[in-house]
């Protein structure tokens, strides 16, 4: 994946990572990265990592309620694309449907509307949630609200025959900067290779620069070779989290839940648009953009 845009990054110096199922690009420059152009390019640069690794990586694409298990469980059905087949996945977790209180126009036991749920703080989706960096709703009965936020955070898990995906085995990626540089690294260490040469030329001693890439960029190469095989975020496995449904919990949580988002994704600034839509531009047209908007 020579012409990738992940590649691109790679060679200019940036630095990529994947915690808790969220991309983080540090430019080699130190600016922050455009929040339009990480909207815009995210999913590109995560179907081009499951590519070269040969492992899928699950994309939230959206949610529906209803019931399911042969009309005796209600449940909360999300939706998934596969970025490595490009194959549709699901999962179902446990919901309740109905109202549990009643209000002046209605009444305990009744429908919720039409894509609304409830879950409690042991429900699987729960569990999965608070694996993830985003927020914790303000509370359980305003979960659908939130539910789009997943479209920032990619996943991993075991899939079984027509693609339903075994709910424990869901967990955020976590993808190392030291990993992504061994899954691209032949290339980046080419692109290396090739400034390493340059720098020699310009300092009157190529041969040198030829040796320094191979006592280092060699070794680089080889240690590519090493399993390319993805793997859950360690952190968000181990990490257990109870929240009762009070408010002073719950606002607790919720802020150790933002400081915890500040860390792990980068500062970002808008840009303003460009004539061609991100989709109908090349890796090269996406690169300027990143560089006249950093």
Not at 36 to 55: F, P, T, V, Y
Not at 133 to 147: G, N, Q, T, V, Y
Not at 178 to 203: E, Y
Request: with cysteine.
């Amino acid at each position: 994946m020579a012409g990738s845009l992940t590649n691109g990054l790679l060679k200019r110096g940036d630095s990529l990572a994947v915690s808790q199922g969220q991309l983080t690009i540090t430019p080699k420059s130190g600016e922050p990265v455009p929040l339009d152009w990480l909207a815009a390019n995210r999913r590109k640069i995560m179907s081009e990592i499951a590519m070269q690794s040969g492992h899928s990586i699950y994309s939230y694409a959206y949610y529906q309620t209803g019931i399911y298990n042969n009309g005796r469980s209600p449940g909360v059905m999300i939706r998934f694309v596969d970025l490595l087949t490009g194959e549709d996945a699901y999962a179902v977790f446990n919901a309740d449907l109905k109202r549990q209180r009643t209000t002046k126009n209605k009444r305990a036991g009744e429908p919720l509307p039409e894509g609304q749920f409830r879950i409690g703080e042991r429900s699987a989706l729960y569990l999965l949630w608070i694996k993830t960096p985003l927020d914790i709703p303000r509370r359980f009965a305003e979960w659908h609200k939130s539910m789009s936020k997943l479209q920032q955070v990619y996943f991993v898990a075991q899939s079984s025959s027509g693609g339903k995906l075994a709910n424990k085995s869901i967990q955020p990626l976590a993808l190392s900067t030291t990993k992504l540089m061994q899954l691209f690294g032949d290339n980046v260490a080419t692109s290396q290779r090739q400034g390493s040469d340059n720098l020699g030329t310009s300092n009157g001693d190529k041969l040198r620069g030829q040796r320094l890439v191979t006592s280092s960029g060699d070794k680089h190469i080889a240690r590519t070779q090493a399993s390319n095989a993805l793997e859950p975020d360690p952190k968000c496995v181990s990490k257990q989290v109870r929240v009762s449904e009070s408010a002073g919990n719950l606002s607790a949580c919720a802020t150790n839940r933002v400081l915890s988002n500040q860390v792990m994704t980068c500062e970002v600034v808008p840009i303003s648009h460009t004539k061609k839509l991100p989709q109908e531009q090349s890796n090269e047209e996406w690169l300027q953009d990143y560089d006249s908007a950093s």
